[in-house]
């Protein structure tokens, strides 16, 4: 249920963004008796609206990303979060330490906490076939969707880390996976680099622009190449495509200076809290090694435990307070 009619304007938390991370950390806050609204752009589920078939969450050796948003959306609204549909604008917090929340459709809820789970976004080639066959060959994740790709020809596109790293990753799936990077020099650490360019699995090709993701009804089949120095242009035959160009954090939303890595990834301490007090942060957002779900649903519990107790303290501090004066 989305109950825009009967939101009001001031929460416990206020959680922005209704992926698993804010549907778990919603889930835990109701149960936890705290009043908890989530703030959902669109239907809530986030990233597991847009995967097909998801195989690594405990407990479900195979179900639809679909489903599972279902299932944890019914589960949040079981223990009682107030889940809206609006997009958040602006976090910001005021001279009065409380957060306010400013939303698209003008509303401005308040809350002396404010967890952000608003994901991020992988970015995108550009190239026309990446939407028709996202989800049938073209992937953005390797740990989610390597396992789909065994003994088959696949490329990855990328020249940083990320690339570099996944392409090794997924020859223990594929037969061979084609390194492509626009440049002639790779920007991942040396040994990375080493590493890929010695596995027998990976051919690297340099210098080399995605210009379109060919398929048919099956999924992606090809890849349509154009040498930067040449102009000539090729094709590759491969069943998958894994897109490493970066990824954009939804970080942006913060008014004010929070700790944040050179790419916009949020960095918390071990409550999940920002640095500024009082403003936490979990899942996809956040800096850490790898962003699976049960790494935002895993982040979630742990910030929504720490917000409880984050309100206790505040609420003891403010009886003392009125105990001294
Ligand atoms: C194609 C694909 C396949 C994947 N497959 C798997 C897999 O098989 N297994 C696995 O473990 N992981 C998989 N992942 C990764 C996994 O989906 C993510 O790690 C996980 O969804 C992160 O959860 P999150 O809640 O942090 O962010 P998200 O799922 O990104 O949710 C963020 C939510 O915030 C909302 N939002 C953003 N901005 C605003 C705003 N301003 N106002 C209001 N709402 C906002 C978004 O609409 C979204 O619903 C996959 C990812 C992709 C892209």
Known sequence: MTNNEKEKAQYDVIIVGGGPAGLCAAMYSGRGMLDALLIERGLPGGE?????????????ESILGRDLAARMTSHTEKFGASIVTDTVDAIEKMD????????????????????????GTPNKLGVPGE???????????????????KDETIAVVGGGDAAVEEAGYLTRYAEKVFLVHRRD?????????????????IAVVRSQVVEEIGGGPSGATSLKLKDTKTGETSEL??????????????SGLIKGHFDHDPSGYIIT???MMTSIPGLFAAGDLRVQLTRQITTAVGDATTAAIAIEKYLAERQEAAK??????
Do not use: M
Not at 96 to 116: C, H, I, M, N, S
Not at 237 to 250: K, M
């Open 48 to 60: 597991l609206l847009n995967t097909e078939l998801i195989e690594d969450y405990p407990g479900f």
């Open 96 to 119: 009065d330490d409380w957060f306010e929340v400013r939303t698209q459709l003008g509303k401005v809820y308040r809350a002396p906490t404010v967890l952000l789970t608003a994901g």
């Open 131 to 149: 939407v028709e066959y996202a989800g049938r060959g073209v992937s953005y994740c390797a740990v989610c969707d390597g396992a789909f790709f």
């Open 185 to 201: 020099e790779f920007r991942a650490s040396k040994l990375l680099q080493e590493r890929a360019f010695k596995n027998p699995k």
């Open 237 to 250: 035959a491969v069943t998958g495509v894994f897109i490493f160009i970066g990824f954009t954090p939804n």
């Open 269 to 271: 301490d071990w409550n």
């Open 320 to 325: 003392e307070a009125v105990g001294s004066a």
